[in-house]
């Protein structure tokens, strides 16, 4: 299992929340949401079907506007932004139904996420300049290596829609962090993905963690990933928030396990 102690040093606190909520009509999806985490954390966020974990990430990633409280990327207030400028700011998502550009090429998918980096101009590019070529063999270099971390170098020139599913996924995490991210969010990597799948999955988080020194907050399933990968994880229910601790406090405390399980009658006096 993994050594679930954070890397020394990481102090920043790259996402905080306070008060956080968005209301649907007269519905309060997501209401009171609050959370702070550090450089090269990682989090899960769990809780039954429905209970808003999905709509969190929205409201982080300027997907949705919320109508109260505040979100920060970095120190910087990010209520009223549009998606690409959290991206800009350094937060970088993945779906529960993969997006690829299924038509490119596996390497191009990652090339395309890297276009921040790597400029050149209108007239360099039409007349295929020297510094045209030097960004694009610098560009052509990194994402190879960002495929090699994930094991997809070899396939580097497959069309990404050929690729299985467990390593479209992976791809998709791959174009995420060529993007410059201070935080991924991570939404069900696991799904759909068989067991040999997943501890591969599972194995590629933890080097990209390290590797990379960002921060993780996972939406996940799968609770024997989530309890081997996350040094602390969040519960919501209905919205709100209803336990934040270690896997171990998670596994045992009471009120997460009746929103998974449902309340036991006889405890409140009910009867067979």
């Known amino acids: 299992m993994e050594n679930k102690t954070p890397v020394t040093g990481a102090n920043e606190t790259v996402l905080r929340t306070k008060n956080l909520g968005i209301t649907f009509g007269g519905l309060k999806a997501v209401q009171n949401f609050n959370v702070e985490i550090k450089q090269s954390e990682l989090v899960g966020l769990i809780g039954p079907n429905g209970a808003g974990k999905t709509t969190v990430f929205n409201l982080l990633t300027g997907v949705y506007k919320p109508t109260d409280g505040t979100v920060e990327i970095c120190g910087k207030i990010m209520n009223g932004k549009k998606t690409h400028q959290f991206i800009s700011s350094g937060v970088a998502r993945t779906f529960q139904n993969i997006r690829l550009f299924k038509n490119m090429s596996v390497i191009d998918n990652v090339k395309v996420a890297l276009n921040h980096k790597y400029k050149y101009g209108f007239l360099s590019a039409t ?14 270099a990194e994402a190879r290596e960002l495929l090699d971390i994930f094991h997809l ?47 591969e999955l599972l194995e590629c988080i933890k080097i990209i963690r390290h590797k990379f020194n960002i921060a993780i907050l996972l939406i996940e399933h799968d609770m024997s990933l989530v309890m081997n990968i996350c040094e602390r994880i969040m519960v919501i229910d209905y919205g709100q928030t209803i336990a934040d601790g270690s896997p171990s406090e ?6 997460v396990i009746e929103a998974y399980l449902g309340k036991d009658d006889d405890s409140e006096g009910g009867t067979n």
Do not use: H
């Open 127 to 140: 007349f295929r300049l020297p510094s045209y070529w030097r960004c694009e063999k610098a560009c052509d």
């Open 153 to 199: 170098g070899d396939k580097a020139d497959f069309v990404a829609a050929n690729l299985p599913y467990g390593q479209q996924r992976k791809l998709e995490i791959a174009r995420a962090l060529a993007t410059g991210m201070k935080i991924l969010l991570l939404d069900e990597p696991a799904a759909g993905m068989n067991p040999t799948e997943t501890a």
């Open 250 to 255: 998670i596994a045992s405390n009471q009120r």
